[in-house]
């Protein structure tokens, strides 16, 4: 059974930094992609980050230069740095994973999911 749990949220000034960490388990994950989403309040969810089979990351414009994804060498362990963070960062941060067949963004593409974990930062 595959599982994605998140942990690290809370709550921070604008400014401030937090580390998300996710660990999965149920399978092995070395050729899965796998990506952090978030879904702030009224809004849908949106792609953050994610860390490719093959090593390539991505990032969301928005968290550009600010957010820093990694992955432990197993593939089992998925990291997210985030720095100078702004009150639009507030969110539910979900942990995902799909098979790494092609390049995604799309909410749609994932196939495995965490519960979440909140991050509020406070201006």
């Known amino acids: 059974q595959v599982q994605l749990v998140e942990s690290g949220g809370g709550l921070v000034q604008a400014g401030g930094s937090l580390r998300l960490s996710c660990a999965a388990s149920?399978?092995?994950?070395?050729?899965?992609?796998m990506a952090w989403f978030r879904q702030g309040p009224g809004k849908e969810r949106e792609f953050v980050a994610s860390?490719?089979?093959?090593?390539?990351?991505v990032y969301a414009d928005s968290v550009k230069g600010r957010f820093t994804i990694s992955r432990d060498n197993a593939g089992n362990r998925l990291y997210l740095q985030m720095n100078i963070l702004k009150p639009e960062d507030t969110a539910v941060y979900y942990c995902a994973a799909k098979y790494g067949s092609s390049r995604s963004s799309d909410v749609k593409d994932y196939d495995y999911w965490g519960q979440g974990t909140q991050v509020t930062v406070s201006s």
């Open positions: 860390f490719r089979w093959s090593g390539s990351t």
């Open positions: 149920g399978r092995t994950f070395n050729s899965y992609d």
